[in-house]
């Protein structure tokens, strides 16, 4: 009888997760949904993104969707490409873990420490990473298609879709390799 329970409990939180991810998933259609007007979506057949350890950390799930501008912009003449990665954990305390332990392998094999000044050297990308309690989501674009105040728009449309009470946040500058630590701090 007992074991009936376990098997009924396994199936239900297997049933949660999968909800969760689909929550996860509409929501980055939603903010795809806010910027369809200048970009289109691609989510299959994507090569993996480099983010450093982040996949050693072995998240219950990754979704990867990007975003390519439709119009060139006519200072650049480029088509900007916006990668959205988001790593999903079973639970707050395995992401919690799986945070720390990227930090020590970081983005271009750095090391980065919660709140405090660090630099990251030829980032080769503009990144907002932003934490929530079951999921790491990692928006960048490479430098050289990088525009501050596109990027600036694609953050604000973001954080209406992700952001939480409890979210914290990080920035890598392009130009500088800088990292910015905003929102709330671990």
């Not at 969760?20 to 970009?39: D, G, P, R, S, V």
């Not at 990867?64 to 912009?73: A, F, S």
């Not at 480029?78 to 720390?100: F, G, H, M, V």
């Not at 030829?122 to 050289?144: K, S």
């Amino acid at each position: 009888m007992e074991i009936k329970w376990v098997f009924l409990f396994l199936y239900l939180f297997g049933l949660l997760a999968n909800a969760q991810i689909e929550e996860l998933k509409q929501m980055a259609n939603a903010f795809y949904q806010a910027n369809a007007e200048k970009y289109e979506r691609k989510l299959y057949n994507l090569a993996s993104r480099d983010h450093g350890k982040i996949q050693e950390t072995a998240p219950a799930s990754t979704f990867e969707m990007l975003l390519t501008r439709k119009d060139k912009n006519p200072e650049t003449g480029k088509k900007s490409r916006i990668y959205l990665t988001i790593y999903y954990y079973s639970d707050p305390d395995e992401c919690r873990l799986a945070a720390e332990i990227w930090f020590k392998k970081f983005i271009r094999n750095s090391s980065v420490k919660p709140n405090r000044k660090a630099k990251i050297n030829d980032p080769e990308g503009q990144y907002y990473i932003l934490f929530n309690q079951e999921y790491i989501l990692v928006l960048d674009t490479p430098c050289y298609e990088w525009e501050k105040e596109e990027w600036n728009n694609l953050k604000k449309s973001l954080l209406k879709i992700f952001e939480e009470p409890q979210s914290k946040a990080l920035d890598i500058d392009c130009s500088t390799g800088i990292v910015t630590w905003s929102l709330n701090s671990f």
